[in-house]
Protein backbone atom coordinates (compact mmCIF):
# COMPACT_ATOMS: atom_id res chain seq x y z
CA UNK A 1 0.00 0.00 0.00
CA UNK A 2 1.11 3.69 -0.96
CA UNK A 3 0.88 6.75 1.05
CA UNK A 4 0.47 9.64 -0.54
CA UNK A 5 0.73 12.92 1.23
CA UNK A 6 0.37 16.78 -0.35
CA UNK A 7 1.19 19.62 0.93
CA UNK A 8 1.70 23.09 -0.03
CA UNK A 9 -1.75 24.61 -0.67
CA UNK A 10 -3.18 27.78 1.20
CA UNK A 11 -4.67 31.04 -0.18
CA UNK A 12 -2.90 33.51 -2.59
CA UNK A 13 -3.80 36.54 -4.73
CA UNK A 14 -4.70 36.30 -8.51
CA UNK A 15 -1.08 36.44 -9.94
CA UNK A 16 0.91 35.02 -7.09
CA UNK A 17 2.67 31.45 -7.21
CA UNK A 18 2.05 27.87 -5.27
CA UNK A 19 4.33 24.83 -4.75
CA UNK A 20 2.53 21.72 -3.90
CA UNK A 21 4.32 18.78 -2.91
CA UNK A 22 3.67 15.37 -2.65
CA UNK A 23 5.19 12.81 -0.42
CA UNK A 24 4.70 8.86 -0.71
CA UNK A 25 5.53 6.41 1.01
CA UNK A 26 7.16 2.85 -0.41
CA UNK A 27 10.32 1.64 -2.02
CA UNK A 28 9.12 1.77 -5.57
CA UNK A 29 7.86 5.24 -6.35
CA UNK A 30 10.09 5.61 -9.00
CA UNK A 31 8.46 3.13 -11.02
CA UNK A 32 4.85 5.25 -11.07
CA UNK A 33 3.54 7.06 -13.17
CA UNK A 34 2.47 10.58 -10.67
CA UNK A 35 -0.65 12.61 -11.58
CA UNK A 36 -2.56 16.12 -9.80
CA UNK A 37 -5.86 16.45 -9.83
CA UNK A 38 -7.81 19.47 -8.86
CA UNK A 39 -11.77 19.13 -8.22
CA UNK A 40 -13.80 22.63 -7.86
CA UNK A 41 -17.08 22.50 -5.54
CA UNK A 42 -19.77 20.86 -7.40
CA UNK A 43 -17.26 20.05 -10.49
CA UNK A 44 -15.80 16.48 -11.05
CA UNK A 45 -12.10 15.68 -10.39
CA UNK A 46 -9.73 16.91 -13.31
CA UNK A 47 -6.78 16.24 -14.51
CA UNK A 48 -3.98 19.01 -14.15
CA UNK A 49 -0.44 17.60 -14.75
CA UNK A 50 1.07 14.41 -14.94
CA UNK A 51 4.71 12.86 -15.09
CA UNK A 52 6.27 9.35 -16.24
CA UNK A 53 8.34 7.21 -13.82
CA UNK A 54 11.56 8.72 -15.47
CA UNK A 55 10.50 12.31 -15.35
CA UNK A 56 11.77 12.35 -18.94
CA UNK A 57 8.00 12.63 -20.38
CA UNK A 58 5.54 15.51 -19.11
CA UNK A 59 1.47 16.66 -19.89
CA UNK A 60 -0.48 19.16 -18.59
CA UNK A 61 -4.23 20.12 -19.20
CA UNK A 62 -4.35 23.18 -21.74
CA UNK A 63 -5.75 25.17 -19.30
CA UNK A 64 -2.69 25.13 -17.12
CA UNK A 65 -0.18 25.09 -19.64
CA UNK A 66 2.51 27.47 -19.11
CA UNK A 67 1.72 28.40 -15.68
CA UNK A 68 1.94 25.46 -13.95
CA UNK A 69 5.20 22.41 -13.82
CA UNK A 70 5.10 19.21 -12.40
CA UNK A 71 8.16 17.31 -11.37
CA UNK A 72 9.40 14.59 -9.44
CA UNK A 73 12.41 13.26 -6.91
CA UNK A 74 12.78 9.81 -7.26
CA UNK A 75 15.58 9.96 -4.34
CA UNK A 76 12.58 11.82 -1.77
CA UNK A 77 9.94 9.84 -3.15
CA UNK A 78 8.64 13.63 -3.87
CA UNK A 79 6.51 15.02 -6.81
CA UNK A 80 6.00 18.65 -6.85
CA UNK A 81 3.63 21.12 -8.75
CA UNK A 82 4.36 24.57 -9.02
CA UNK A 83 2.07 27.22 -9.81
CA UNK A 84 2.30 30.50 -11.11
CA UNK A 85 0.17 33.23 -12.64
CA UNK A 86 -3.07 31.83 -10.66
CA UNK A 87 -6.35 32.44 -11.24
CA UNK A 88 -9.35 32.47 -9.19
CA UNK A 89 -10.54 29.45 -11.59
CA UNK A 90 -7.55 27.37 -9.95
CA UNK A 91 -9.51 27.54 -6.88
CA UNK A 92 -10.21 23.71 -6.00
CA UNK A 93 -8.98 20.66 -3.81
CA UNK A 94 -5.60 19.26 -5.40
CA UNK A 95 -4.81 15.71 -5.37
CA UNK A 96 -1.68 13.89 -5.88
CA UNK A 97 -1.94 10.51 -7.55
CA UNK A 98 -0.59 7.41 -8.08
CA UNK A 99 -0.47 4.79 -11.04
CA UNK A 100 1.97 1.83 -10.08
CA UNK A 101 1.65 0.26 -13.89
CA UNK A 102 2.76 3.44 -14.89
CA UNK A 103 1.55 3.05 -18.33
CA UNK A 104 -1.80 3.84 -18.21
CA UNK A 105 -3.40 7.01 -19.77
CA UNK A 106 -1.81 9.76 -17.78
CA UNK A 107 -5.36 12.07 -18.33
CA UNK A 108 -7.53 9.65 -16.92
CA UNK A 109 -8.09 9.54 -13.07
CA UNK A 110 -9.73 5.93 -13.47
CA UNK A 111 -5.74 4.87 -14.35
CA UNK A 112 -4.16 5.88 -10.53
CA UNK A 113 -4.00 3.44 -7.96
CA UNK A 114 -3.56 5.43 -4.86
CA UNK A 115 -4.56 9.41 -4.15
CA UNK A 116 -3.92 11.68 -1.41
CA UNK A 117 -6.36 13.49 1.01
CA UNK A 118 -6.12 16.54 -0.98
CA UNK A 119 -4.57 19.88 -0.47
CA UNK A 120 -6.66 23.27 -0.85
CA UNK A 121 -5.60 25.87 -3.02
CA UNK A 122 -7.36 29.15 -2.96
CA UNK A 123 -6.95 32.05 -5.31
CA UNK A 124 -8.50 35.54 -4.65
CA UNK A 125 -9.44 38.56 -7.26
Known amino acids: QVQLVESGGGLVQAGGSLRLSCAAS????????MGWFHQAPGKEREFVAG????????YYADSVKGRFTISRDNAKNTVYLQMNSLKPEDTAVYYC??????????????????WGQGTQVTVSS
Open 97 to 114: AADRDGAGLITSRVMYDY
Open 26 to 33: GRTFSTYT
Open 51 to 58: IRRSGGST
